[in-house]
């Protein structure tokens, strides 16, 4: 359809007909079988505003999209199609790795492709949009969506949110098997105060700038259709009524002309934050703002044409609105065919498809991160990866589980995955390995409370918690195979339902039923290789000091067993990076590598030091820093070199080098980094930012020359007065694997010539 008919088609519509446009409704208003991620006790939806709202969220299945849309649209006064919208977060059916093990991957055009690869297996079954990419940076492992992003750096989660973005959507989201993205939360969702879920966020405006809008922007500039509303307050205002944050940084500053949703009843919540007065309040303050859709309450639906008439808001205001929505179906092509890409026989072909799962076992092991790997003292060699002759028991209830994808895989079905037991079955020689339980999956008082509060129909078995008999049975079966074993895999770590939305945490340590199998076992046979699973960074202090080798490996999703023990037999050499830094213990939150310089920093004389920025108790730095990731090669790489020492003038870049050599024995690839840091500025600067990504792949005794390129624009920075610039002056500049590193050089950027 034109603009021109698509104007013309708005102006024939009724006042109450462009508002309804703005109404999305709970899927289960018309399927039983919908996915609620939000309460709806609230909401009672009319017969008028059901057959008219714009917009549905929830269901997915090709056969039912097509029934609810072929009656909608009869019974619609301009036949107007309706969008189906789904959070699809890491995958459909074929469920790849959560977010933040995707950002463990440091790969972008993989990310990308596991992007594509959803919208493929959505688009085939009737969905339009999805809720997707988070770009929200998090620093603080106790919120439990940490999961949901890809970390705590500015710089990966902005290539990271664009990857996503272009995945989803390709060139446009009206091509065949693609759907429009959403960037999400808008804005700085991921610093709620205290960690805890929906809670405000208090930030000064450089700090949001600097740190938190980029991401969002990145996905913004790679043309994501819609954005959505954060649930938070920012600065005490919530964002769904926030006309500053929408109207002057989304909309003028970022340049943002699509189509704004709020998230689940955020627009109610205003009046439960203490901003609004009552639902008329809260309805003006968002149109106002500039949210289009009104998701999951009546609030537009009930007041809006009514406030129009009254003269309270224009009918403008309205019509920007309901143009935006009607603009975003267009450019989905809905009007010449509203299944779009709906196919029944397609969804036999497409979801979990031999190509999909290879994708999902190619994302799943490249995002393990190795974080320990000690030499065994009698044999000489490291632990991993497992000798094919060893005897080994693979210990602890993620052996034999299959939820390995995270609760924000809402169609994800643990029947599809395969579990560790079954890829050891099949990939290892079956008289040499041992399986056992050995221990529930969580305390049974944290079973308790998420029944009560997720779903009162969780079974036992649902929580991964045993009786007291089963309990002892099931230990004492393990701790026999850790004893006839040379060697222990131990799989640990968090039910995936202790992370997620609404699942933070206090207590980011081992679910305490786990971590004392551990220390029976250890006891044991201390030739221990433990695999962590969770949704966030934990506290693995006990952990690391006891295993001799640690393997990070997240919520992998469907493919995650295979790929898991493609790691543990070096079928695959891991590479993964941590994305995110993992704490020393919980009372170093937040903690992060580009934080700013102290005025009193203990520069490593942590013994002598007193009046200084620390801990008494504990070190400064977490237990593994971000970037941070081994091998089963070894690299070296050299001292960094320069093209030259200055940028300004006519010299408008320079060059930095290095040369990465495999030292070691196998094939291996390194993720390369390049960090910078701005020594003294008109405002403090991080000690390192990451400014630049290779990842290289080397045989044995190979080496490659890895050149980055440094440009005055990765200078740049907030000032104090918010404009974004560069200042003369000298800088530091490091190549390495990890943001550990002191190994750097320095160049200076040239004051330019006033003429």
């Given amino acids: 359809m034109t603009d021109k008919k698509l104007r013309e088609l708005l102006n024939d519509m009724t006042l109450e007909e462009k508002v309804n446009q703005l109404v999305q409704i709970p899927g289960s208003y018309y399927d039983k079988n919908a996915s609620v991620t939000g309460g709806i006790e609230n909401s009672r939806f009319s017969e008028t505003q059901r057959s008219q709202a714009g917009s549905i969220l929830g269901i997915t299945g090709a056969k039912t999209l097509r029934q609810i849309q072929e009656t909608y649209m009869e019974n619609h006064p301009h036949h107007i199609p309706l969008l189906f919208m789904l959070d699809v977060i890491h995958g459909l059916r074929t469920i790849f790795p959560m977010p933040l093990a995707l950002g463990a991957t440091f790969d972008p055009n993989l990310v990308e492709l596991t992007a594509q690869a959803a919208a493929r297996e959505s688009a085939v079954s009737g969905i339009h949009v999805t809720f997707a990419p988070m770009a929200d940076l998090v620093r603080d492992a106790r919120w439990g969506r940490v999961m949901e992003s890809t970390g705590e750096d500015t710089y990966l989660n902005s290539l990271m949110t664009a990857a996503m973005v272009s995945g989803f959507q390709g060139n446009h989201p009206g091509e065949p098997e693609r759907i429009a993205a959403c960037v999400k939360h808008f804005a700085a969702y991921g610093k709620p105060e205290g960690g805890r879920e929906y809670s405000n966020v208090e930030l000064s405006e450089h700090a949001l700038r600097e740190f938190y809008l980029p991401a969002y922007e990145s996905g913004i500039r790679a043309g994501s259709e819609l954005v959505m509303a954060s649930f938070n307050t920012l600065n005490g205002i919530p964002s769904s009524g926030n006309h500053w944050l929408m109207q002057k940084v989304l909309r003028k500053e970022m340049g943002f002309d699509g189509v704004l949703i709020s998230d689940w009843a955020s627009i109610e919540e205003m009046i439960h934050h203490g901003f609004c007065q009552d639902e008329k309040e809260a309805a003006k303050k968002a149109i106002e703002a500039g949210v289009d859709i009104d ?203 202790l992370s997620g939305e609404a699942a933070s945490r206090s207590d980011i340590g081992i679910p305490m039923v786990q971590l004392e199998l551990f220390r029976k076992v250890s006891e044991v046979n201390p030739r221990i290789v433990t695999v962590i699973f969770g949704g966030r960074p934990l506290d693995l202090r006990e952990i690391s000091e006891k295993s001799m080798a640690v393997l990070e490996v997240w919520l992998p999703g469907t493919e995650g067993g295979n790929a898991i023990v493609d790691v543990l037999t070096g079928a695959y050499n891991p590479s993964g990076k941590l994305p995110v830094s993992f704490p020393y213990s919980v009372g170093q939150i937040p903690v992060h590598y580009n934080e700013y310089a102290t005025g009193r920093p203990l520069n490593g004389k942590e013994d002598i030091a007193f009046y200084r920025s620390r801990y008494l108790d504990i070190p400064n730095h977490p237990l593994y820093p971000f970037g941070y990731g081994l091998s089963y090669t070894d690299f070296v790489i050299s001292p960094v070199e320069l093209s030259r020492k200055t940028i300004g003038g006519a010299e408008k870049s320079l060059k930095a080098f290095v040369t990465v050599k495999n030292a070691g024995s196998r094939k291996g690839t390194e993720t390369v980094q390049l960090y910078i840091r701005d020594i003294a500025a008109s405002v403090v600067r991080p000690v390192k930012e990451l400014k630049g990504i290779c990842k290289v792949t080397l045989e044995q005794g190979e ?53």
């Fill in 295 to 497: 998701m999951a309450t009546t609030i537009y639906a009930n007041h809006l044409a009514g406030m129009v008439k009254s003269g309270e808001i224009t009918e403008a205001c309205i019509d920007e609105a309901a143009y935006r929505v009607l603009r975003l179906k267009n450019r989905l092509g809905l009007f010449e065919n509203p299944f779009k890409d709906g196919d029944e026989d397609k969804e036999k072909e497409v979801i979990l498809s031999g190509e999909h799962r290879a994708l999902a076992r190619k994302a799943a092991r490249e995002s393990v991160v190795l974080l320990k790997n000690e030499k065994d003292v009698q044999t000489g060699k490291k632990l991993l990866p497992v000798n094919s002759e060893e005897i080994v028991a693979f210990i602890g209830p993620y052996v034999q589980s299959k939820g390995l994808h995270s609760t924000w895989a809402i169609k994800g079905r643990a029947e599809d995955a395969v579990s560790i037991r079954e890829a050891a079955e099949e990939n290892m020689v079956n008289e040499n390995v041992m399986f056992a339980c050995g221990c529930g999956m969580m305390n049974r008082d944290n079973g308790m409370i998420l029944k009560r509060h997720i779903d009162e129909t969780l079974t036992e078995a649902d929580l991964g918690i045993f009786d007291e008999q089963t309990e002892k049975q099931i230990e004492r079966e393990a701790l026999e195979a850790a004893a006839k074993a040379s060697l222990v895999v131990l799989c640990l770590g968090e039910h995936r339902l």
């Fill in 703 to 755: 080496e490659q020359k890895v050149e980055f390129e440094i440009t005055e624009e990765m200078l740049q920075f907030h000032d104090a007065d918010g404009r974004l610039t560069s200042e003369p002056g000298s800088y530091l500049l490091w190549i390495d694997n990890s943001s550990d590193t002191e190994a750097g050089a320095e160049f200076a950027l040239e004051r330019k010539e006033h003429i």
